[in-house]
């Protein structure tokens, strides 16, 4: 209730000048920004002294701030003690916890994917459980991130209450300290080609993807596929010393562009690189963003990879933590990153927004090029060199993530099906045909573009101007839109298929085993070994 008491359209113009001097410099309206500080200091000390009933002014600030920052870009944020803790754990790539991802909801907690043989794995916990309560806590009281709950002291004990297949169990967890890995996996592919999977740019990435990188020509790779799909990057700083394993000393990466001066900075290569002449792909998809996207597109730009996929995510914003008073921070975005071409991939415009308050994603490209002179374009996310079909999201199939039925097929499949060795994995017509019966039996919908055009069109306002045959004929409309819906099952099956795959391969056998799957049945590495074999090909895209 507290929370609708102090409305957006006040607060907002109010705090948005405070945070601008705590987080940045003095501007020359001085006396306008100390008459908004003191407005909004005699408002909140009124509101708390005198409000009807108790107020939690802890609450109220916390509201108050992240209404603020919405009004921004998503990636500013307000980062409490516990936040701030969170922040150095996910870059630093080591907590002690359960080894589980785990995903929150409003009463629940749903364990997306237990880490094989880690504490969370050794209890028993699988994809799928719903964690209703942790110790003596119900999740569904807990207002903050129960997840955090999870978290502790190494060699500490937690009992979890879980729900799996309407059965609810209480298990024991001996929390250990977690290594969350770069580089999770790399192998070859055949006698010449080594595989490196990059999962995040944690303080970890260089180090580990070089290690990678050496074992891998120590076993006689001559040419290297490095897979940022998924990647949603992390620090600047090991984006540019991950180039640098394949470009020379002194080549300019990334560079920052910011109205603060000292956050305009050139960021060069440093090092020897360890190869700069073995023939290299890079894989992004729509998941690859920011570090992913840094590497991907200066990669490019400087023709030192073949870039294959699907256009990545169009993170173009640079973050950097403000310490504030008390422990906590201010995760702001401080300047656009620009490749070596000159190019920002930012994809949405959080300053100009439609009429439901939506970033403007960009539809108009500017050409750069190349060293080599190829063209890229800006404003979209890293375009790659050959895209791979397959990769492209669709609404359809976001839809179907975003609602949890990929994830919730994939938990029924894997308690109705034994399945012994990898090899014996096969998603068959009858599995997809199933898949669509599963998708006509759940409640699950999605409104697509047209739809909504549709419905704005033939509001209640107009229903009356337009008359009953009119109206008759779009219902029919709408209905028929419905059962295309379902029909594009089918025409989305690739994409479809392969994220369920994909999620059936985890439930057996964990994400190494679909690493291991990849080898031999990923088109998008297929066709990257593909056109490595084919050294003419390879040099043609380039050049």
């Given at each position: ?20 001097i705590?987080?940045?410099s ?6 306008e920004?100390a ?29 108050a ?7 921004l870009?998503p ?18 790539g ?8 785990v ?22 916990l699988k994809?799928?459980d ?16 129960a997840s ?29 300290a977690?290594?969350v ?11 010449k ?9 944690n303080a ?28 949603p ?18 080549e ?9 001066k ?16 073995i ?7 729509g ?5 992913s996207e ?10 030192r ?9 169009g ?18 975005t401080i ?15 959080y ?16 050409e ?13 996310g ?50 997809f ?14 409104e ?14 107009n ?7 009119v ?10 839109i ?16 392969k ?14 085993g679909?690493y291991?799957?990849?080898l ?12 490595l ?11």
């Open positions: 209730m507290m929370q609708k008491l102090i409305s957006k359209k006040v607060l907002v113009p109010i705090l948005a000048v405070t945070f601008l705590v987080g940045s003095f501007r020359s309206d001085f006396f920004i008459k908004q500080i003191e407005i909004f200091t005699t408002l909140f000390k009124e509101l708390n002294m005198n409000y009807v009933d108790e107020t939690n002014p802890a609450e109220l600030m916390d509201t701030i992240k209404n603020m920052l919405n009004e870009d990636y500013t944020k307000f980062l409490n003690e516990q936040d701030v803790e969170a922040y150095k754990i996910n870059n630093a080591e907590y002690s916890g359960i080894g589980a991802l995903r929150s909801y409003e009463d629940r907690l749903l364990v997306i994917e237990p880490y094989k043989d880690y504490p969370a794995d050794k209890a028993g994809a799928g719903e964690i209703i309560k942790i110790g003596d806590i119900n999740v569904s009281d807990f207002n903050d991130n955090e709950l999870l978290k502790g002291a190494n060699n500490s004990s937690v009992a979890v209450t879980y729900k799996r297949l309407g059965k609810l169990s209480t298990t024991s967890i001996k929390r250990e977690i290594e890995d770069a580089v999770p996996y790399y192998h070859m592919v055949d006698d080609t080594g595989y490196i999977v990059l999962a995040k740019f970890k990435a260089t180090s580990q993807t070089k290690a990678a990188l050496l074992d891998l020509k120590g076993k006689g790779a001559t040419k290297i596929i490095l897979d940022l799909r998924g990647n990057g992390g620090l600047l700083s090991e984006a540019i010393n991950v180039s640098n394993l394949f470009v020379p000393k002194g300019l990466i990334v560079t920052t562009k910011s109205k603060v000292k956050f305009n900075s050139e960021y060069r290569t440093k090092k020897k690189a360890v190869d700069t002449e023939p290299l792909v890079v894989l992004v998809n998941s690859s963003a920011s570090a840094i590497v991907s597109g200066s990669l490019q730009d400087l023709d990879a073949v870039i294959m996929g699907a256009r990545s995510f993170k173009g914003l640079v973050q950097r933590p403000m310490k504030l008073t008390y422990g906590t921070q201010l995760k702001v300047s656009r990153y620009y490749t070596s071409s000159g190019r920002c991939i930012q994809s949405l415009d300053w100009n927004r439609d009429e439901e308050g939506n970033a403007v994603r960009n539809t108009e490209f500017n750069f090029k190349t060293r080599n002179g190829r063209k890229v374009q800006d404003g979209g890293v375009l790659p060199d050959i895209v791979i079909d397959e990769l492209n999201t669709n609404a359809l199939t976001m839809a179907l993530e975003q609602n949890n039925i990929i994830f919730d097929f994939a938990t029924d499949y894997h308690y109705q099906n034994t399945i012994e060795n990898l090899s014996d994995i096969s998603f068959s017509a009858n599995d045909n199933a898949f669509k019966t599963y998708v006509a039996q759940s409640d699950f919908s999605y697509t573009p047209s739809e909504k055009a549709i419905k704005e069109a033939m509001d209640d306002a229903s009356d101007v337009f008359g009953v045959a109206q008759q004929k779009y219902d029919a409309l709408l209905a028929e419905g059962k295309s819906k379902f029909l594009a099952l089918d025409l989305h099956q690739r994409g479809i298929k994220k369920l795959e994909d999620e059936i391969v985890k439930r057996y056998f964990y994400r190494e679909l291991e799957h990849y031999t049945h990923d088109e998008a590495i297929l066709a990257a070994s593909e056109l074999s084919n050294e003419v090909k390879y040099s043609d895209i380039l050049q």
